[in-house]
């Protein structure tokens, strides 16, 4: 019997030591992305995705993309860019210039509704450079029927 209550207690102080390590783990840090081998493109933001199809940096970008959509959007928008409801499917976006448009306001501004954040502006953690990778991965994922 005091075997058992011994068991049970460390089981119990596990469980809320685990506990007290998730509650204090707070807002998750953006994660950097290391796009050393993609081309520069400045401070000032560029209309339209420089890495898209037919951009001899496409594969790189979506390589990068893959690992950086992963680390820093996945959480909410679904592993692989398969979302599972919690915020809309980035696979569904416009292709081109016109989905460019929308991608690019909600990094840079992201989304705020009633004060609440449900997106944090991504620009203010990641480079041009990443959220464009970012966007040629998602571009790359087949786009659900």
């Known amino acids: 019997m005091n ?21 204090a783990h707070g807002d998750v840090v953006p994660q950097s992305v290391n796009t050393g081998e993609l081309q520069a ?12 199809a037919p951009s001899e940096q496409n594969a790189l970008a979506i390589e990068i993309g893959s690992s950086a959509y992963n680390q820093n959007c996945a959480r909410c928008h679904g592993l692989e860019a398969m979302s599972g409801g919690i915020a809309p499917d980035l696979r569904l976006l416009e292709p081109g210039f016109d989905g460019d ?9 992201g989304a705020v509704r009633n004060g609440a954040v449900y997106m944090p502006r991504m620009a203010d953690y990641l480079s041009q450079e990443a959220l464009w990778a970012i966007r040629t991965y998602i571009e790359s994922r087949p786009v659900p029927e």
Do not use: Q
């Open 41 to 52: 493109l400045g401070e000032e933001w560029l209309d339209e995705n420089p890495y898209r």
């Open 101 to 109: 448009e929308w991608y690019k306001e909600r990094v840079i501004n």
């Open 3 to 23: 075997n058992k209550k011994t068991i049970l207690g460390a089981l119990m102080a596990t469980c809320l030591g685990f506990s007290a390590v998730l509650h």
